[in-house]
């Protein structure tokens, strides 16, 4: 399977973003998805994740209620819309695919996949 991330770009803080993982080589329903992010000197931080099954979503507490995850299985994408976006969500936004048990959904080591990172400026 391979991923494809886009979307991302300079936005002012308040602004809003769409990022899109673009997916090819299987169906969406056959992984979980999640969106990471790192800055540089950091660990991979989890960001939001939707299961194979039944499409519940997860979210880190830090984008709760501005951020939300999506997929669309027609076009087989999974997307991230970012709002009202904080100088602190500068990062690079890497979406990836696994079969995490429930207790490691936010875990980077659950997903085998990876996009190559797409980035995310907030300015202030």
């Known amino acids: 399977v391979q991923l494809q991330a886009s979307g991302g770009g300079l936005v002012q803080a308040g602004g809003s973003l769409r990022l899109a993982c673009a997916v090819s080589?299987?169906?969406?329903?056959?992984?979980?998805w999640a969106w990471f992010r790192q800055v540089p000197g950091k660990e991979r931080e989890f960001v939001a994740a939707i299961r194979r099954s039944g499409g519940r979503t997860y979210y880190a507490d830090s984008v709760k209620g501005r951020f939300i995850i999506s997929r669309d299985h027609a076009e087989n994408t999974v997307y991230l819309q970012m709002n009202s976006l904080k100088p602190e969500d500068t990062a690079v936004y890497y979406c990836?695919?696994?079969?995490?048990?429930?207790?490691?959904?936010?875990?980077?080591?659950?997903?085998?996949?990876w996009g190559q990172g797409t980035q995310v400026t907030v300015s202030s």
């Open positions: 990836g695919a696994g079969t995490p048990i429930l207790s490691s959904i936010t875990q980077q080591t659950s997903y085998g996949y």
């Open positions: 080589g299987r169906d969406l329903r056959a992984y979980d």
